[in-house]
């Protein structure tokens, strides 16, 4: 049975017509009145426009702390933190830089209460990432390498193998408890704690020292030399450890540079980390000098200065680097 109203159309107060009654059902009613709305050619979608927007702009927030939210600063804004920067990479107290694999995941991130730091596990955390970072091993008592996803990973996770050190082993007095040096004690600054290089180049050590380079910061150290002038000279020295780190040392044989397994710790200066570090430190005396059995060490020289003895002259080259005692 279909139910029927009447409704009354209103008019204009201008109007004076008799009004119309209009009978109509109201299922029909509702009906037309949607069909209407969907159909109009002019619809207003500005609502609809505005949350379209709205939607559109708001960032996709991804949580990349393993514990809590990141830190926000006085005015709500989430702290974006640089891990180079001394003060706690500009984090609060209570907080780490979580470094991540964009600036939106280097945040501030919160610390439990009473959180050690260095004495968490390593963890490699969630993500599609692959990067290089640094974790302290208590156990070993130095930092060692681990790959990191790039989300949910704790506070044991630095980008250097320096800054791990600085932070876990150096403020702890670890590196104290390591010599490396095959001999003597490490050589020491002025604050009397052992002096760290960079590479067997390095100007940090003093003279009679050479840069040690060990499996990491722990073993890195300058270590007194053999007592040879020339470092070439001397026979390939495997050193003691259990780690497996690929060198190369200079065999005065064959004149070459070849590549030998080092052990992490108490071999001789006869030992570089790349074969370009041996190549240009044992063998551009083959490029200046004619190859000549006489010649016992290698020697470099000046204008200026008697380095080469009776037996030797030097040749004079473009730099102090191709100024190197000849045999003649």
Not at 133 to 142: I, Q, S, V
Request: hydrophobic letters at 25%.
């Amino acid at each position: 049975m279909t139910t029927t109203t009447t409704i009354t159309a209103p008019t204009p107060s201008t109007t004076t017509a008799t009004p119309k009654i209009i009978h109509m059902e109201i299922m029909p009613l509702i009906s037309s009145i949607i069909l209407e709305e969907l159909s109009s050619s002019s619809p207003d979608t500005t609502a609809a426009k505005q949350f379209t927007s709205k939607k559109e702009k708001l960032p996709k927030t991804i949580n990349p702390c393993l514990n809590g939210r990141p830190i926000k600063n006085v005015n709500g804004m989430i702290i974006v933190c640089n891990p180079n920067m001394k003060s706690n990479g500009g984090c609060p107290d209570n907080s780490w830089c979580h470094v991540g694999m964009t600036y939106k995941s280097t945040v501030c991130c919160p610390m439990l209460e009473n959180e050690k730091r260095c004495e968490q596990p390593m963890m490699t955390g969630i993500g599609v990432g692959a990067e290089t970072r640094w974790y302290f091993n208590k156990a070993m008592k130095c930092c060692l390498q681990f790959i990191y996803k790039g989300l949910r990973g704790n506070a044991n996770n630095f980008i250097t193998l320096s800054k791990c050190m600085e932070t876990c082993a150096i403020d702890n007095g670890y590196e104290k408890e390591l010599n490396p040096c095959k001999y003597g004690e490490p050589a020491k600054g002025f604050d009397q704690k052992p002096l760290k290089c960079g590479s067997p180049n390095s100007m940090t050590c003093p003279k009679g020292f050479f840069c040690h380079i060990g499996a990491s910061w722990a073993e890195t150290a300058c270590c007194e030399r053999s007592g040879l002038a020339d470092p070439c000279s001397l026979p390939m020295d495997k050193g003691e450890g259990n780690m497996q780190l690929q060198r190369y040392y200079y065999d005065d044989n064959s004149k070459q540079c070849k590549q030998f397994i080092y052990r992490g710790m108490k071999g001789n200066e006869n030992s570089f980390n790349t074969y370009e570090e041996c190549k240009q430190t044992c063998m551009r005396w083959d490029l200046v000098c004619e190859i000549s059995p006489k010649v016992s060490e290698h020697r470099s020289c000046s204008a200026n200065r008697r380095e080469c003895g009776n037996e030797q002259w030097c040749h004079i080259g473009t730099s102090p680097y191709s100024s190197l005692c000849c045999a003649g």
